[in-house]
């Protein structure tokens, strides 16, 4: 029997793990995207094209490739009509390539509303949401208020949906904030009607017939692991459960059909919104971090916060979702530093401390150790061998203080620019 093998970011998101998924999907017959909604922005670029996929898995622009919106994703019909219009305009028939699981959870115009009016409410106390009327949507679910995208084809849909529109108008009452979501309810039922073109399936039955039929599947993460609602930099993370033991719940598989886990992790650390970031950079090097490695939302186009590697987080990460292979993505932004930074190490008043405390705030001091650079392009390096003894010394140190092989490196956004060793 066939087990579902996992990829996610070990950071604050934004790792890249879009351009992974399309990298590894050839090895796999179906892709399941298995948390988080609209707000993931997964970028891919290969035949000189640049996608962003939002919703949809980014196993689709394989031929052969099942993909699965898994039971623990929140849609928005809107976004999720737009994003495949964008992807059938590349002569990819969407209908046959994906389906969708019917305990899929819907966001509502008005749960975008909440979102707005929240983030608003809270002044300097804001966690930086993408307003995308994801955090709304997951306490719907939690509080079993929720709509699912099975509910559509019950008669008393629209009923509803009207419901819980009015129960929150009734909340959005305690906010001194102005809305109107005429022209998006419109839209949003235009994406209804377009989901209705689409298979509606009991996901956690495909999953787990698929492994039982030695069908090989590939699970992908969105956001980062440091963003987990139990185990992120809270309060300032998402909405879902991003790490490893999130795909049990959203796609309805047990612990023991897990397989191989991959960890991607940048050759520095970014993020987006408000949090603790230790190893961040106010200074010229974070911002040419910023405009070297293009850091700006691929859903926000909001920019990035930029920092040296996190080696105490990533170790922390690697441990919460028990990863095997370990993936480096945008090591040759790093080409021209001579000298690179990583954090072993934190000091937490006064004492130092190599592990990821409960208290993760502004008042903790990185201790780095410092390496050096390599200083030439290895953007065109194919082979491990090839690059440069700094860089693989840099390679080996990560390995050793993890435990866990890098078994892929990416030197560019392009899939052919990606070396698995």
Request: proline share 4%.
């Amino acid at each position: 029997m066939k087990k579902v093998d996992v990829v996610l970011g070990l950071q604050w998101g934004d790792e890249g793990k879009g351009k992974v998924v399309d990298v590894l999907t050839p090895n796999y017959q179906a892709i399941a995207r298995f948390q988080g909604g609209p707000n993931a922005g997964h970028s891919l670029k290969f035949e000189g094209k640049s996608f962003v996929l939002h919703t949809v898995p980014s196993g689709i622009f394989r031929d052969e490739a099942m993909n699965i919106i898994g039971n623990g994703v929140v849609i928005d019909p809107v976004i999720l009509a737009e994003e495949i219009a964008d992807i059938e305009k590349m002569g990819v028939d969407v209908t046959k390539r994906m389906v969708i699981s019917k305990r899929a959870h819907l966001i509502l115009p008005t749960h975008r509303a909440l979102d707005a009016a929240s983030e608003a409410a809270k002044g300097k106390t804001k966690i930086g949401s993408t307003l995308k009327g994801i955090g709304p949507a997951y306490m719907d679910k939690t509080g079993r208020n929720g709509l699912r995208v099975g509910d559509i084809l019950q008669p008393d849909f629209e009923e509803r949906y009207n419901a819980l529109k009015r129960k929150h108008e009734d909340m959005l009452r305690q906010y001194a904030y102005a809305y109107d979501i005429t022209a998006y309810e419109k839209a949003w039922f235009e994406g209804i009607e377009n989901l209705r073109r689409f298979e509606f399936v009991d996901s956690e039955q495909l999953v787990n017939e698929n492994l039982k039929n030695d069908i090989s599947i590939l699970a992908e993460g969105a956001q980062g692991s440091l963003l987990d609602i139990d185990f992120g930099t809270y309060p300032y993370v998402t909405s879902s459960n991003t790490l490893c033991s999130g795909v049990c719940n959203g796609l309805g598989v047990a612990p023991t059909r897990i397989g191989n886990v991959y960890g991607i992790f940048k050759a520095y650390c970014t993020r987006v919104g408000s949090g603790p970031f230790p190893t961040e950079l106010f200074d010229t090097t974070g911002e040419t971090l910023r405009q070297i490695g293009n850091e700006f939302g691929a859903t926000t186009g909001r920019p990035r916060r930029c920092g040296w590697l996190d080696l105490v987080a990533l170790k922390y990460a690697v441990m919460m979702n028990g990863v095997t292979e370990l993936i480096m993505m945008k090591r040759d932004v790093l080409n021209d530093f001579p000298t690179i930074k990583v954090a072993v190490a934190y000091e937490v008043d006064g004492k130092q401390v190599d592990y990821f405390p409960y208290e993760c705030n502004d008042d903790i001091v990185p201790v780095y150790r410092e390496f050096a650079g390599w200083n030439c392009d290895i953007c065109g390096v194919r082979k491990y061998e090839d690059f440069p003894a700094e860089f693989k010394q840099y390679v080996e140190f990560i390995e050793q203080e993890t435990g866990v092989p890098v078994k892929i490196i990416s030197v560019g956004p392009d899939r052919a620019e990606t070396i698995v060793r």
